[in-house]
């Protein structure tokens, strides 16, 4: 189960304001399940893909011996996967031992390529463009080296493509070689997709148990989706009429070492969803409400002081279990002086749950807003109804906005400039635009020794 909780707005009251009627969320409302109807958004469909023609795939590629997978995306294309895989129990995978090649720092991509074995590693290429420089470039490395090591006519086999069903460069190849393949619903972006062949195949392909990701994502649509101003609704409007009242950073902290990707996740979809220049209207807005990654406890000896004393403009939010797969007990010792005796024979999960509590209560003696987010232990079902809710509430903040949560044309120009450099046909003005401004060259920044 998943329980959120919260000490803002539309809990305790810690703010007034500029503040949403419920008239205005009820509106928002019905906007949002008017695209769903029209079927503009597909994410909401998600939880009912059926999860079983995957699974029997997978199973297959399991019994052909297949060691490894490497999945190659970036941004919504690789962060599910990542974070949902890292949620995971790793003692409950059974499937290939997985490794996502996303970021392009030279160092990574090499050490990467040169640990794998070409010989039985399946490549899962996913980008719904079919056109990202990061993930075609590392796409081209990986099937030349399995060229290499098995031939050119056996390398097809091990190349498994995620784009969409009709366009784009990966989709041209995929028909035109043969490659095994699966689409991208065209009306799912890539930070919606987590529950699609996106992220689904990868997480399969790895022994993690999707039929129970999607019920619970299934459950928990169950539970809110008749009345998307409820919950979720409530929760969308009490972060922007915080974002209203100066309080526009959002800290997710994780009190949990395996939730700590799915803060990641989260930061991209509500970073990528909510900053935004314009509103639908055509109006300048500039809205946006940062997204900060905190782990807890770590972050109690570095951040927590800012979010204390700093300035009052963050939301906490804290990720929280109730009950953990292992634990351990701090040994009963008379060697233990008075001042530590009261940690022997405490859990550690108790201790850890006592530095949360404390953290906590400190945030909200100090007037900070915060809000809670309760796993009753990490399952493929919590963090499907986790991964759902979020998506929710972001698709009813970008309503209650009145931006389209759904694009990201500010992404494009730096795409574009890259290309350019790069010397992709059709951008020398772009390329351009990358070169030098005569501040860059005034200022040479600071060269390390
Ligand atoms: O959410 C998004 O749309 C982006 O983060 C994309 O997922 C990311 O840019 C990768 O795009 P693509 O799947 O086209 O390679």
């Given at each position: 189960m998943l329980r959120y909780e919260t000490t803002g707005l539309y809990g305790e009251g810690l703010l007034e304001g500029d503040s949403f009627d419920r008239g205005e969320i009820s509106l928002a409302a019905e906007r949002l399940q008017a695209r769903f109807s029209s079927g503009e958004l597909g994410f909401v469909n998600c939880p009912d893909i059926d999860p079983e023609a995957i699974e029997a795939w997978a199973a297959t590629k399991l019994q052909e011996g297949w060691t490894d997978q490497v999945v190659i995306g970036i941004g919504g294309s690789s962060l599910g996967a990542r974070a949902v895989l890292h949620a995971a129990d790793p003692e409950h995978l059974r499937g290939l031992r997985t490794h996502f090649a996303e970021n392009l720092d030279p160092e990574t991509v090499d050490r990467l390529f040169s640990g794998l074995d070409p010989r039985t590693t399946l490549v899962v290429v996913i980008t719904k463009s079919g056109t990202t420089i990061e993930t075609m470039s590392q796409f081209?490395?990986?099937?030349?080296?399995?060229?290499?090591?098995?031939?050119?006519?056996?390398?097809?086999?091990?190349?498994?493509?995620?784009?969409?069903?009709?366009?784009?460069?990966?989709?041209?190849?995929?028909?035109?070689?043969?490659?095994?393949?699966?689409?991208?619903?065209?009306?799912?972006?890539?930070r919606f997709s987590v529950l699609t062949a996106v992220g689904l195949v990868p997480l399969a392909l790895a022994g993690y148990p999707i039929a129970e990701l999607l019920q619970g994502a299934r459950q928990v649509r169950e539970r809110h989706a008749a009345d998307l101003a409820g919950s979720w609704g409530m929760a969308a409007a009490e972060h922007i009429s915080l974002m209203?009242?100066?309080?526009?950073?959002?800290?997710?902290?994780?009190?949990?070492?395996?939730?700590?990707?799915l803060v990641d996740w989260f930061c991209q979809l509500w970073a990528e969803s909510?900053?935004?220049?314009?509103?639908?209207?055509?109006?300048?807005?500039?809205?946006?409400?940062?997204?900060?990654?905190?782990?807890?406890?770590?972050?109690?000896?570095?951040?927590?002081?800012?979010?204390?004393?700093?300035?009052?403009?963050?939301?906490v939010t804290f990720l929280e279990v109730e009950r953990f797969e292992r634990d351990r007990v701090v040994p009963v010792s008379p060697a233990l002086p008075d001042g530590?005796?009261?940690?022997?024979?405490?859990?550690?999960s108790e201790i850890f749950a006592a530095e949360l509590a404390g953290t906590r209560a400190a945030l909200r003696r100090e007037g900070r807003p915060t809000s809670r987010w309760i796993f009753s232990e990490i399952s493929p079902r919590t963090v499907g109804s986790f991964l759902f809710s979020w998506q929710m509430i972001t698709a009813m903040a970008g309503e209650l906005l009145e931006i389209d949560a759904f694009d990201q044309p500010g992404v494009e120009l730096g795409k574009k400039i890259a290309h350019g450099l790069l010397g992709r046909v059709g951008h020398a003005e772009f390329a351009r635009l990358g070169q030098p401004a005569e501040e860059d060259l005034a200022d040479p920044g600071i060269l390390l020794l």
């Amino acid at each position: 189960m998943l329980r959120y909780e919260t000490t803002g707005l539309y809990g305790e009251g810690l703010l007034e304001g500029d503040s949403f009627d419920r008239g205005e969320i009820s509106l928002a409302a019905e906007r949002l399940q008017a695209r769903f109807s029209s079927g503009e958004l597909g994410f909401v469909n998600c939880p009912d893909i059926d999860p079983e023609a995957i699974e029997a795939w997978a199973a297959t590629k399991l019994q052909e011996g297949w060691t490894d997978q490497v999945v190659i995306g970036i941004g919504g294309s690789s962060l599910g996967a990542r974070a949902v895989l890292h949620a995971a129990d790793p003692e409950h995978l059974r499937g290939l031992r997985t490794h996502f090649a996303e970021n392009l720092d030279p160092e990574t991509v090499d050490r990467l390529f040169s640990g794998l074995d070409p010989r039985t590693t399946l490549v899962v290429v996913i980008t719904k463009s079919g056109t990202t420089i990061e993930t075609m470039s590392q796409f081209w490395i990986a099937w030349r080296m399995i060229a290499d090591a098995v031939g050119e006519e056996a390398s097809h086999r091990h190349l498994v493509g995620i784009t969409d069903p009709e366009g784009g460069e990966l989709r041209k190849l995929v028909e035109r070689h043969g490659w095994q393949n699966f689409s991208v619903p065209p009306n799912v972006g890539g930070r919606f997709s987590v529950l699609t062949a996106v992220g689904l195949v990868p997480l399969a392909l790895a022994g993690y148990p999707i039929a129970e990701l999607l019920q619970g994502a299934r459950q928990v649509r169950e539970r809110h989706a008749a009345d998307l101003a409820g919950s979720w609704g409530m929760a969308a409007a009490e972060h922007i009429s915080l974002m209203r009242e100066g309080v526009d950073e959002l800290v997710m902290m994780s009190y949990a070492d395996r939730l700590s990707m799915l803060v990641d996740w989260f930061c991209q979809l509500w970073a990528e969803s909510l900053g935004k220049a314009r509103n639908r209207r055509g109006e300048t807005v500039h809205v946006g409400i940062t997204p900060i990654k905190a782990l807890g406890v770590i972050d109690q000896h570095s951040q927590v002081q800012l979010y204390m004393e700093g300035p009052r403009n963050k939301h906490v939010t804290f990720l929280e279990v109730e009950r953990f797969e292992r634990d351990r007990v701090v040994p009963v010792s008379p060697a233990l002086p008075d001042g530590l005796s009261h940690l022997q024979g405490r859990r550690i999960s108790e201790i850890f749950a006592a530095e949360l509590a404390g953290t906590r209560a400190a945030l909200r003696r100090e007037g900070r807003p915060t809000s809670r987010w309760i796993f009753s232990e990490i399952s493929p079902r919590t963090v499907g109804s986790f991964l759902f809710s979020w998506q929710m509430i972001t698709a009813m903040a970008g309503e209650l906005l009145e931006i389209d949560a759904f694009d990201q044309p500010g992404v494009e120009l730096g795409k574009k400039i890259a290309h350019g450099l790069l010397g992709r046909v059709g951008h020398a003005e772009f390329a351009r635009l990358g070169q030098p401004a005569e501040e860059d060259l005034a200022d040479p920044g600071i060269l390390l020794l």
